[in-house]
């Protein structure tokens, strides 16, 4: 089988082919320009590929209704000329497959589930922490859409006693995103997060924020994995420090031996590597061509 | 059709038994005692009542993974007596048909969801606000179990700037529900909830928490519709301070209309009143009943 997949970022696109097993055969990355050169690039890659479904993990806000009449638009995004793109009915006049449709993280989720390191469960929870804060939940089998769809990234976290940095999110200052995302540790410490060193304090407020962040979403979901992707999470010496966080702020509550024996494969990374948001939108074109 | 329900309270056990429409035809309720005695008059309630299948939402910690060994068990739960109890099989020994089993606090989101606030949606959130702080999740049609069960009562909120209280959870001091269940509030006002006036300044730092964790519900699962139950909520005068808090603390992030413009319709008492814990019980069985 040959299932399009399509990571329609805000920064580049990235499209490939790949099959039922999650392999990419072949893949190409442009930058996102203007909504209408971006989507002739799209169709132009694809049009000898021979495809037999396509999946579009998109950046986002983005309409996930299918009673809606905005249902496949990009929506509200402040990137000039994407406010209220009809992305997916664009790339479905040019192509007569089944389409797969869902946001980026959510659909990192599912091929995390897929063929990643949630393989075979029902649930996780992906984050994605670069230059904003992304969070897929996946939960009893379903990308969880709901009203619009989860935009964990901003949730509300407590501030660390020693970080008096005002957060850099227009909309809500100090949440997570606003503190913990790659402009925020770029702003805080006047230099990129990847020139900083593996012992600056920058570390210990930054697991400080996720690990909150990551208790909260435990308590209020209990997913049987939670995946720490992005750029940020490149800082391998993040991971032990979020798991202790996320034990200190738990404490014993949740009694799952996942959490409290063996909380390094539970808080992972992801199994796909930085494949996982490519491989998400091949696992949304399977799940389409297989009429789920 | 005649459907069993319990409603297995921590403090009390509310058995009845109701009809597809939701309705209760008949009710009993006794003090939590014992597990073997409050079974016991379980048994002896639904003796010959002709019940064609029995639902039961459950105080916890319980298990709900069917491959579990403790599938139906209550397991690490303080209450003397009832750690490691085997509540549902020691039921189905009794009764000859089809059983549903979760929390109460999903079972009353399902049941708000089958014929109360949330009916013919796919998605909600419900807390329950009194002696303790519940939460059930619905989402995509499904109650939120994964690795054990959502425990929502306890995710971590910032501190309200004129708040010195400690908090009375016994493992995270002051989570939501260590600041803002029922026994919080007594013990920081010196007297019980009820006997604050409407405009007691306690109210306005208990809709600070509320709508706090309410708004990063929200953000992390963009729920239908958010339902506030238990006893706490009695005081209706926190409706309209919880909702100003969501709106505060999201600021026209989520751009959906029921929360920009319409969150009275959004933010709501139980369409079931008291009976969404008996109720919600009720939908399980006739779920069961019904194969599902």
Redesign the interface.
Known sequence: MRIGAIEAGGTKFVCGVGNEEGIIEDRVSFPTEQPEQTTKNVIAYFQDKGVEAIGVGSFG?IDLDPTSPLYGYV??TPKPGWANYPLLSTLKEAFDVPFGWDTDVNAAAFGEATWGAAKGLD?CVYYTIGTGVG?G?Y?????????????????????HPEDDFAGVCP??GDCLEGMAAGPALEKRWKVKGSELTVDHPAWTIEAFYIG?AV??????????KIILGGGVMHQEQLFPMIRAEVKK????????K??LEDIDSYIVSPGLGDNAGLCGALALGLAAAQGK
């Open positions: 806000p929506t509200t649930s969070v939940v939960t009893e089998g379903k990308m969880v859409h709901g009203l619009v769809h989860p935009e964990g990234g901003h949730v509300l976290t407590r501030r909309y809500h909150q208790a909260s979403a435990i308590l209020m979901l209990s997913p049987k702020n738990l404490n014993g509550y949740v009694s799952a996942a959490i």
